[in-house]
């Protein structure tokens, strides 16, 4: 069965250095991958997806991702964190299931960024 | 362009009251979902639909029930609250199944 998980419940990094969050998943077929963001009391909001074709995907905010295929994974990285990245960071995988396409998120990571 | 909104933010229901959660698009979105969001859970489906007319339940449907008369709207029924249900519930909606899901803002209920 498809599923996604995400080895680290809660990263702290202090600002200006770099991150990556892990994202490992489960699913038979080519994946649809997708990062979404939600800042406290607030919507998910779509960080970047990766559908096919180059395997490291840019997206908003400064954030990129790399799938793996060998590996099941697709990580999230940054460069150099800013105090407004602190949220909770959620990765998805696109999958058929129930009949239809539908995503499966993981249960998320959530970014402390210390000053 | 409004994108997904959802009302009310907040509500306190008392265990047994009913209520319904109302999930609006302005992006002509054949897919629309409901999830909750329990802390360290990440986000459960609770229904979804892929178009006016068609739903069909998700992983946690119990206790809830949906319609979908328009493309627009898909509003989320709870008939007898229970403490289980207090959460944080947001509607979603997509152009596909394994497309970009755009999220409303949220609405918090607390069963008590």
């Known amino acids: 069965a498809q599923s996604v998980t995400q080895p680290d419940i809660h990263i702290t990094v202090s600002e200006g250095a770099s991150l990556e969050l892990r994202c490992n998943y489960s699913?038979?077929?080519?994946?649809?991958l997708f990062w979404y963001v939600q800042s406290p009391g607030q919507g998910l909001q779509l960080l970047l997806k990766y559908f096919s074709g180059d395997t490291l995907v840019q997206g908003i905010k400064g954030f990129e991702a790399e799938f793996k295929r060998s590996q099941s994974s697709f990580n999230l990285r940054k460069p150099s964190v800013h105090w407004s990245d602190a949220a909770e960071y959620f990765c998805?995988?696109?999958?058929?299931?129930?009949?239809?396409?539908?995503?499966?998120f993981g249960k998320g990571t959530k970014l402390t960024v210390n000053p | 362009n409004a994108g997904v909104t959802q009302t009310p933010k907040f509500r306190i229901l008392k265990i047994g009251q009913s209520m319904t959660l109302q999930c609006a698009q302005d992006m002509n979105h054949n897919y629309m979902y409901w999830y909750r969001q329990d802390p360290g859970m990440g986000l459960k489906l609770i229904y979804y639909?892929?178009?006016?007319?068609?739903?069909d339940k998700g992983e946690v449907p119990n206790g809830y029930n949906v319609s979908r008369s328009t493309t627009e709207d898909f509003p989320l029924r709870l008939e007898l609250a229970a403490p289980s249900q207090t959460s944080v519930y947001f509607c979603?909606?997509?152009?596909?199944?394994?497309?970009?899901?755009?999220f409303g803002p949220g609405t918090r209920l607390l069963v008590l």
């Open positions: 979603a909606s997509s152009s596909g199944g394994s497309e970009t899901q755009y």
């Open positions: 998805a995988v696109g999958a058929i299931w129930g009949g239809s396409e539908k995503l499966v």
């Open positions: 639909s892929v178009g006016a007319g068609i739903t």
């Open positions: 699913y038979g077929a080519t994946p649809y």
